[in-house]
């Protein structure tokens, strides 16, 4: 096996890994790590997220500084503000054993002055996000005309972010004899495409699928009707009791509404999204950090290169558009050693594509069915007998002893038992005793087999027979455009100016994105949900359908508990404390 000493770093660096408790090197550390301390050269790596990239280029880039010198020599490039500070962290860690040396993060939505403040003071080492680099360089903050090297750090986000221009804009500040180390977990053109365009012959290490940290994540899925995704990430929570996880939402409506959803049900979640602000941000991921917050629902791009440990479940409320980024979300989870699950939340449109992630990551996914009523209260139960057992008992309450033990007196053992935990049973029983079924489905009753599966869309669309359609060609017209396959679309009915056609909801907002500002043979197209969901045998029923069947549940719950537990909702307090009582002993 392969150790850090055999790759020439210096007895600084190799103190501090072993005060990080490193053991041995990670592949892609393993293959980078040499050639960057013994030869000058450009580099491109790729490797998945948590394979220990940061040490990767930071061990070499903080052997190869210049102590005698303050001017700045390293910079690092990063897509997120969140993803800066953790590698400046890192270095800080990593560099500890050397007292000249500086890194300085900069970062947009924190105070500029105080970050130029550090700047002047000395900063060998710059990690920074391309918007704010930018900004310093042209205000003469920052000179980065001396480095020797620059990285690109998560180089396909970063151009994913539209940080191109930013990136070549800093880059010509820069001198020509520097090298360049680019570090990506996925390859796609636009990146090559930087590669050739600021790299000189660079090396190319790739590291295969091996991950020290996700490698012991098992992948599942559940289908369920595209209403039902919500319920079906409530019932997965009321079975684990004791989850810590990142809930994955496509697009930044979604996430909010998710959180809110939750938060009113009465978990603890929180929203992470572009939406808001710097500092709510960083509000958000601290507490979600101290597990303050047991679910984020966050995007993709907001959540981009989270690294927090123990997150037991990543769920996909939606897979994300572009496959790739699933290893980016499943990669969350399962980190330093411990075992995570990634689930994925589809419906049977989607099945396909589970099929494509799984040739992506070269593993399996099994589907699984989501927990039954009986089942979550058994898990519960089951959980707080185990949460009771593992109490300290506070003598605070001894006093009071002898009178409750009054109170109880004429109980037996067996019904003081039984109605304890009734208290807390109750709750998730009457619920799911009267929760709406799930609907859900095997992987193998195909999506156009007729049936109304009530997760479909009518949409209005202002061209037809007079435009040289007929149902067939507009079928086809349909599908080439929103990029769906033949069962994607379904319903065609033309008419002679109009016509009319059904989507699976999931893909409302795709057809609104394709036919926003569609011209064909000089006319704007105009599409609209049609007011009458039934019209043509639609199977919709979208607005009004929806809301009845997501209101009635909790009216009867409330009914059904206002009795015994007013206000209380199921797995809502009793998740949060019991996940704080957790915590409390660690
Ligand atoms: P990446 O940038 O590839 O996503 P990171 O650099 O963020 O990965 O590393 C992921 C985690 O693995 C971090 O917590 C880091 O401290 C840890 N790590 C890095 N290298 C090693 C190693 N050789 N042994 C054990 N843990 C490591
Ligand atoms: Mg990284």
């Known amino acids: 096996m392969t150790t850090f000493e ?15 408790g490193f053991e041995s090197p990670s592949e892609v550390q393993e293959q980078t790590i040499p050639v960057l301390l013994e030869e000058s050269t450009d580099m491109v790596a790729l490797a998945q997220t948590g394979t220990g990239k940061t040490a990767a280029f930071g061990f070499p880039l903080i052997q190869n500084i210049d102590l005698n010198s303050k001017k700045t020599q390293g910079l690092i490039l990063s897509p997120t503000r969140e993803l800066c500070m953790q590698i400046t962290n890192e270095l800080k860690q990593y560099s500890k054993y050397y ?25 060998q080492i ?25 990285i690109l750090d998560e180089a396909d986000e970063m151009l994913n972010m539209g940080f191109f221009e930013d990136i070549k804009e800093i880059l010509s500040h820069s001198s020509d004899q520097k090298n360049t180390w680019l570090f990506s977990a996925t390859m796609p053109k636009e990146v090559s495409i930087i590669a050739k365009k600021f790299m000189k012959n660079p090396k190319e290490i790739t590291v295969g699928q091996k991950n020290i940290s996700t490698k012991s994540v098992s992948h ?3 289908i369920v009707g595209g209403r039902d995704r919500y319920s079906a990430v409530k019932r997965v929570v009321d079975a684990n009791p004791d989850i810590y996880a990142v809930v994955f939402c496509r697009t930044k409506r979604d ?72 290893t980016h979300r499943s ?75 009054a109170e109880f007196e004429e109980l037996s053992k067996e019904d003081i038992i039984k109605k304890f935990f009734s208290v807390e049973f109750s709750r998730f029983h009457n619920y799911y005793k009267n929760a709406p079924k799930v609907v859900q489905h095997s992987a193998d009753e195909s999506y156009s087999s007729g049936k109304d599966y009530g997760d479909e869309t009518r949409f209005f669309i202002n061209i037809g027979e007079k435009d040289g359609f007929d149902w067939m060609s507009m079928k086809d017209f349909l599908k080439d455009q929103l990029e769906l396959d033949r069962d994607g ?3 065609v009915d033309v008419k002679n100016t109009f016509s009319f056609f059904n989507v699976a909801t999931d893909d409302v907002e795709k057809v609104e994105g394709v036919f926003e500002s569609f011209m064909l043979k000089g006319r704007h197209v105009n599409v609209e949900i049609t007011k009458d969901q039934k019209s043509g045998g639609g199977g919709g029923g979208r607005k009004g359908g929806d809301k ?23 797995g809502g307090s009793n998740v949060k404390s019991s996940f704080e009582r957790r915590r409390k002993k660690n």
Do not use: W
């Open 6 to 20: 055999s790759l020439g770093l210096s007895p600084e660096i190799l103190r501090a890994i072993e005060d990080l």
């Open 99 to 123: 007292q000249n040396l500086s890194t300085v993060a900069v970062y947009g939505g924190a105070s500029i002055t105080d970050q130029a403040r550090q700047i002047k003071k000395g900063a």
């Open 126 to 150: 710059i990690v920074a996000t391309p918007g704010r680099m930018k900004d310093m360089i042209q205000r003469n903050i920052i000179d980065i005309s001396n480095i020797s090297i620059c």
């Open 220 to 222: 599942e899925y559940f």
């Open 255 to 326: 996430a909010q509404k998710v959180a809110e959803k939750l938060i009113e049900d009465g978990y603890s979640a929180s929203a992470l999204h572009g939406d808001l602000s710097q500092a709510q941000r960083d509000m958000v991921m601290n507490s979600f950090r101290r597990k303050q917050i047991q679910m984020l629902v966050a995007t993709d791009v907001a959540a981009r290169g989270i690294d927090v440990d123990d997150i037991t479940h990543v769920i996909n409320y939606q897979l994300p558009d572009e496959i790739e980024i699933y």
């Open 331 to 405: 990669g969350r989870t399962g980190r330093a050693g411990k075992e995570g699950k990634s689930l994925v939340i589809v419906t049977k449109s989607e099945v396909r594509k589970i099929k494509q992630v799984e040739r992506m990551i070269g593993q399996k996914f099994t589907q699984e069915e989501l927990p039954s009523g009986d089942e979550i209260c058994k898990r519960q139960l089951f959980h707080l007998a185990d949460e009771i057992k593992k109490t300290e008992i506070n003598h605070a309450i001894d006093p009071f002893i002898p009178n409750l033990e």
């Open 489 to 491: 679309v379904a319903k």
């Open 548 to 570: 009845s069947r997501d209101r009635k549940p909790r009216k009867r719950f409330d009914k059904n508990n206002s009795s015994d537990f007013k206000g209380k909702k199921p």
